[in-house]
């Protein structure tokens, strides 16, 4: 049972998820939870005839079903204090039975079914009333600590709005009172008359590296209507997200010859952005290398006072990126 | 020449220092740039009769003195898109000129002498008109990108106000507005009274951990009284604080029988605070080690969403701290 407890200092819900201590760590494919193993009682998943499989996190950060009417971020805690209790959700989303498989290796059919299992999964969780945020993301290598090997990413539904959500959505609320229109679509519209740091594009979608990215070789996936979520895409930009995927991730593994460690995180709308339809979904890696023998670290000024270095400029980043190749 | 970009989803700044690529990493004594080595072509600090060293950065993420009179943070860029040179500061500070010296092991004395040189480096560089915020800082351990061995930690005076800095000035300053108090005083009062995430005292400091940490044992050392920064503070609490720091080191070492990995980090008042007295200055300590051997990795949704969890409560953090002793 976990519990969220609210910083007054920045305003922000941390979540303490005591039971997380006992999650296993584990990267011996013959050990592997996820892959169909012999032994039943040693796999999460036994069966190995499916394509994508979604299943409730043993070791869940937010766990409890809400619906107690009230909502419970708003009752004031102990001694000033506010806190609640850690209702949500988090999934496990496995990409293949196959342990060795890979997005950017699995066939076209196969992403593309995962992009339908993340549509399907943000459809149904986005309709629960303790849901304010459906967060798909990816923790890709050891080293941003990726537990388990077997390829997969996760499905988090916040209880609240995270803190850096909640920031684009005051910029996206604020520029379409002042200008009357979309700051994702304009930022897009900017970007694309400016060749050097956009580095592919797909059926109804563009992959660039932003004019102030935080990580080093981050790059956006975009759609270049505005959607709010993958709910409301249609089969070509579905089509078209699955391709452009596959390339970005054969880019970063390219780069430098390796398997390159990332966090892919999926921005979509937030249940209170619904009715106004001011969200511009999108996603973002954030690699955690800046060289091929060298990690990015979030160090004093990143984790402390918020503050990003990069090493290289976005335009450098987004040329060897195009090189690289998808 | 490093140079600013302002990213308009989030509404912060990013520094693109393209020459900081090729810092050196080393962590062999033979070859340590801040020893005091026979041969002086290879160490920064040639000489050995110093207490404490405080020198430029050799690859500054901010390097270049501003006083061109406009602030240049108010100057558009092309496009549409702001950026800015990376004016501002980046000094090193040596603890001392032993390699194998440490913050929890060095003498009294040579950590009152750091904190007055903390105190006098912050004196000066707040009075430059190009300086934001003057952010003292450590990161302790190669685990957190820690390159040279040495002991020492780090000042940037930032030409802006990072984003974390911005969210607690925003929320000092509403809880004066609404509460005529000061959140910090106020905070620091209630916790006192609830004994259990009370770590540690020292004349005119408390060591506490927060309600709502987003690190594991993470740690605040307050003043008692209200102060702005290092540079308003008597003897006395000069002392305190360096008492209270050895022994905070001390126990974070004992809590695993290793030695902690973390960051440190100073928070004093931004320049623009300075008329309104509104800052309470306060440290803190942010372990990157969830078990003894564990690491906290900040993934996707730390890093994506800016959403942290926690292993354990914040009252189990604080006891173990206690147990450990200092």
Redesign the interface.
């Known amino acids: 049972m976990s519990?969220l407890?609210?910083?007054?200092?920045?305003?922000?819900?941390?979540?303490?998820?005591?039971k997380?201590?006992q999650r296993p760590?584990t990267d011996a494919a013959s050990a592997c939870p996820f892959c169909p193993a012999q032994d039943e009682a040693r796999s999460e998943l036994p069966r190995s005839d499916y394509g994508v499989a979604v299943f409730d996190n043993q070791f869940p950060?937010f766990g409890v079903a809400g619906g107690t009417g009230a909502d419970p971020l708003t009752v004031p805690g102990s001694?000033?204090?506010r806190r609640a209790r850690g209702f949500g959700a988090a999934e496990v989303v496995v990409y293949s039975p196959r342990h060795e498989a890979d997005l950017g290796t699995l066939p076209f059919a196969a992403v593309r079914l995962l992009v339908d299992a993340w549509a399907d999964r943000t459809e149904v969780l986005s309709r629960r009333s303790d849901v304010a945020c459906v967060?798909v993301?990816?923790?890709r290598g050891a080293s941003?600590?990726q537990t388990i090997d077997h390829p997969h990413g996760?499905i988090?539904a916040?209880p609240?709005l995270?803190?850096?959500?909640?920031?684009?959505y005051?910029?996206l609320w604020q520029?379409r009172r002042m200008e009357g229109s979309c700051?994702?679509c304009d930022?897009l519209a900017?970007d694309a008359?400016?060749a050097r740091r956009m580095v592919d594009q797909a059926p109804g979608w563009r992959a660039v590296v932003?004019?102030?990215?935080?990580f080093p070789f981050e790059m956006h996936l975009v759609p270049e209507t505005h959607r709010g979520s993958l709910v409301v895409m249609d089969t070509r930009e579905r089509d078209g997200l699955a391709t452009l995927l596959g390339r970005s991730i054969r880019r970063y593994d390219r780069l430098w010859g390796q398997r390159m460690e990332y966090?892919?995180?999926i921005y979509q709308q937030p249940h209170e952005c619904q009715p106004t339809n001011l969200w511009h979904l999108h996603l973002?890696f954030?690699p955690l290398r800046?060289?091929a023998d060298?990690?990015k670290?979030?160090?004093?000024?990143e984790?402390?006072?918020?503050?990003?270095?990069?090493?290289?400029?976005?335009e450098?980043m987004a040329r060897h990126l195009m090189e690289a190749g998808g």
Chains 1, 2 share one sequence.
């Open positions: 519990e407890r609210f910083d007054p200092i920045h305003q922000e819900w941390v979540t303490v998820a005591a997380r201590m760590v950060s001694a000033g204090y967060f993301f990816e923790n941003i600590g996760q988090y916040y609240f995270p803190t850096r959500m909640r920031s684009e005051h910029s520029h700051l994702i930022l900017r008359a400016d932003p004019f102030a990215p935080r966090m892919m995180c973002a954030y800046r060289a060298k990690l670290y979030l160090a004093g000024s984790s402390g006072a918020g503050a990003f270095l990069l090493d290289a400029t976005p450098e």
